[in-house]
């Protein structure tokens, strides 16, 4: 009875893709010995007494095969959602702590993305991405803006705390266009608590008062692919959990863009509400992980 060795990789994050190991799949042929008559032979059995048992072993060859590549599109999607684009588990970050630029670096990179930021060294505030682990669902005011409502990230540790100020807005830009399935987003305690309970300029929600988010796709040459809205407050409803918000409508991008807005305005100064979001989990999409997967084992098995 032969046996061979199956390797298995796929691409990495290129145009779209997202890259694996699968690792090494062992799988065990069935006999390949034949008789005068171009059939095989399973151990010392005639011919004819070994066509039946040969045709079931054959069977089991093809199942065997599809088993294999059911695996391969399991793990492929598997891989996808856990890997990600970014999900900031690859940024080293102490217990209860956060990042927000002081040292002056400009951003940071997180999987295949770039993600902007903006620090001001003279009064100590920044704008753009920063990213933490802190849990606080509690303490109100600015104190406490690097804390997710939920507590904890959407998977692993850490998580991104977006700010829109007065620089360049929010941004991620990645290695190289794709398409994007989605992402993970909800309050930061700070600005939950604000519409909660009103806090300094910010005013209690209403059941008309709403907070917006909205997120514009920009291809290579830095054209708008369309914009899409997630409301964090609407209709007396708050988001504190983790939301998935669909961006396939998008296509291909190169980055992302963040805006908030709110009904809650001062005619002076502006958005009241705390301009804050957290983020977590930048989701590629996965077809293409599993097509190149998928048509890898093809050639291989074309090949034996």
Same mark, same amino acid.
């Given at each position: 009875m032969g046996v061979f060795a199956l390797d298995i990789e796929a691409a990495v994050p290129a145009k779209g893709t997202a890259v694996f190991f699968i690792g090494s799949l062992i799988i065990f042929a069935i006999p390949q010995k034949q008789n005068a008559f171009g059939l095989p032979v399973c151990g010392r059995l005639r011919a004819a007494a070994a066509r039946p048992l040969c045709e079931n072993l054959e069977m089991e060859k093809k199942m065997k095969f599809k088993n294999l590549v059911a695996l !391969? !599109?399991? @793990?492929? *999607?598997?891989?996808?959602? =856990?890997?990600? !684009?970014? =999900?900031?588990?690859? #940024?080293?970050? %102490?217990a209860n702590s956060y990042w927000n630029g002081s040292a002056g670096t400009g951003g940071f990179t997180s999987g295949s993305a770039v993600f902007n930021n903006n620090y001001d060294s003279i009064y100590h505030s920044w704008d753009g991405w920063a990213y933490s682990n802190k849990s606080d669902t509690t303490t109100p005011g600015y104190a406490n803006q690097y804390s997710a409502i939920t507590g904890s990230a959407q998977s692993g540790s850490n998580y991104g705390v977006a700010y829109v100020g007065w620089n360049a807005p929010p941004s991620i830009t990645l290695n190289s266009a794709c398409i994007v399935d989605g992402i993970y987003v909800t309050n930061t305690t700070y600005a939950y608590l604000a519409m909660k309970d009103g806090q300094g300029p910010a005013n209690k929600f209403s059941d008309q008062d709403w907070f917006k988010l909205s997120i514009t796709g920009k291809d290579e040459s830095g054209t708008s692919t369309g914009t899409i809205n997630?409301?964090?407050?609407?209709?007396?409803? *708050?988001? =504190?959990?983790?939301?998935?918000? $669909?961006?396939?409508?998008?296509?291909? !991008?190169? %980055? #992302?863009?963040?805006?908030? %807005?709110? %009904? $809650? =305005?001062?005619?002076? @100064?502006?958005?009241n509400t705390p301009a804050y979001f957290a983020m977590d989990t930048v989701v590629p999409e996965p077809a293409t992980v599993i097509l190149l997967s998928f048509g890898g084992l093809l050639l291989r098995r074309r090949r034996k």
């Amino acid at each position: 009875m032969g046996v061979f060795a199956l390797d298995i990789e796929a691409a990495v994050p290129a145009k779209g893709t997202a890259v694996f190991f699968i690792g090494s799949l062992i799988i065990f042929a069935i006999p390949q010995k034949q008789n005068a008559f171009g059939l095989p032979v399973c151990g010392r059995l005639r011919a004819a007494a070994a066509r039946p048992l040969c045709e079931n072993l054959e069977m089991e060859k093809k199942m065997k095969f599809k088993n294999l590549v059911a695996l !391969i !599109i399991v @793990f492929g *999607i598997a891989g996808v959602v =856990n890997a990600g !684009i970014a =999900n900031f588990d690859d #940024l080293s970050l %102490s217990a209860n702590s956060y990042w927000n630029g002081s040292a002056g670096t400009g951003g940071f990179t997180s999987g295949s993305a770039v993600f902007n930021n903006n620090y001001d060294s003279i009064y100590h505030s920044w704008d753009g991405w920063a990213y933490s682990n802190k849990s606080d669902t509690t303490t109100p005011g600015y104190a406490n803006q690097y804390s997710a409502i939920t507590g904890s990230a959407q998977s692993g540790s850490n998580y991104g705390v977006a700010y829109v100020g007065w620089n360049a807005p929010p941004s991620i830009t990645l290695n190289s266009a794709c398409i994007v399935d989605g992402i993970y987003v909800t309050n930061t305690t700070y600005a939950y608590l604000a519409m909660k309970d009103g806090q300094g300029p910010a005013n209690k929600f209403s059941d008309q008062d709403w907070f917006k988010l909205s997120i514009t796709g920009k291809d290579e040459s830095g054209t708008s692919t369309g914009t899409i809205n997630f409301f964090l407050a609407d209709a007396g409803h *708050i988001v =504190n959990t983790w939301e998935y918000v $669909d961006l396939r409508t998008l296509g291909a !991008i190169k %980055s #992302l863009e963040f805006s908030l %807005s709110s %009904s $809650d =305005n001062d005619p002076v @100064f502006g958005m009241n509400t705390p301009a804050y979001f957290a983020m977590d989990t930048v989701v590629p999409e996965p077809a293409t992980v599993i097509l190149l997967s998928f048509g890898g084992l093809l050639l291989r098995r074309r090949r034996k």
